[in-house]
């Protein structure tokens, strides 16, 4: 009987609180709103808050506590996890107030949201470019702030996710035997991140994408494609001459001498494990 009670007296509560907000969201008691989205924001009801301040912020847009109302307002959708939402609010809010009280935090946040969007490295990586270039953009506006260091923190972790996305797209094209693409994203990734963890992998990727793609060219385009595997392995070799991928690498020169007919003495001259 007692959990009866209890249960009904719960159910009265949530019915009449219920009831009392959707009496504050018909209301223009402008002032009561506004009291009651910063109470709602304090008590972490980030949704009936940001309900709220949707209503009242076009009537305080040229006050005085249209900052810390815009302010909330980004808040609020942050704190609902609703980064998109949430890093417009704080992009915005630096348009607007670009010298204002919140402005080195809101270029912060507005980076954080891109950040917390941005996917794992399989997939498009634009949240991570934009989330880099904010970060950077805030490192560079506010170089004395305290979270400087964590933003370079951030910004390294989204390069590496690159980084990843750029190899593992390349690798694509090797395993599904598109040699001429794979040379070509191989080459770029390469070039574009030189100091990558994955540079002795990449760069023999390369070198087998080259071979293999003289090896199964016309006879007419061989001989060309030979010898840019050939260029390519003495640049693999002078980079990595202990390479884990020495044996694999070793076959693929035998292979392309024999058929440019280079003699053995050139092999004498690399140390090959």
Not at 92 to 108: L, M, N, R, V, W
Not at 178 to 203: C, G, H, I, P, T
Not at 206 to 223: D, M, V, W
Request: some cysteine.
């Amino acid at each position: 009987m007692r959990l009866r009670i209890y249960i009904v007296l719960i159910i009265s509560v949530l019915v009449s609180s219920c009831g009392e907000y959707e009496k504050l969201l018909k209301s223009t008691d402008y002032d009561l709103k506004k009291e009651k989205a910063k109470e709602y924001f304090e008590t972490g009801k980030f949704v009936k808050s940001s309900e709220l301040l949707g209503q009242i912020l076009p009537r305080y847009r040229a006050t005085e506590e249209a900052q810390d109302l815009n302010w909330m307002n980004a808040q609020s959708y942050y704190g609902m996890s609703d980064y998109l939402t949430a890093g417009s609010y704080f992009k915005s809010y630096i348009d607007q107030y670009p010298y204002g009280k919140y402005a080195e935090e809101a270029s912060f946040m507005g980076a954080m949201c891109d950040f917390k969007m941005a996917p794992r490295a399989e997939l498009d990586q634009q949240s991570s470019m934009d989330a880099i270039e904010g970060f950077n953009y805030f490192n560079s506006r506010y170089p004395m702030s305290p979270r400087v260091e964590e933003s370079r923190k951030l910004a390294k972790e989204l390069e590496e996710r690159l980084v990843e996305k750029s190899y593992l797209s390349a690798k694509v094209y090797y395993n599904m035997n598109q040699y001429k693409a794979a040379v070509v994203a191989l080459a770029n990734s390469l070039k574009e991140y030189a100091d990558s963890k994955y540079r002795e992998e990449m760069m023999f990727l390369k070198l087998s994408s080259l071979f293999q793609y003289a090896e199964n060219s016309l006879a007419i385009k061989q001989k060309e494609r030979y010898q840019a595997t050939l260029d390519d392995y003495f640049s693999f070799m002078e980079e990595f001459p202990e390479s884990k991928y020495s044996r694999d690498v070793k076959k693929i020169y035998q292979q392309t001498s024999r058929f440019l007919k280079i003699g053995d003495t050139a092999t004498s001259q690399i140390n090959i494990q």
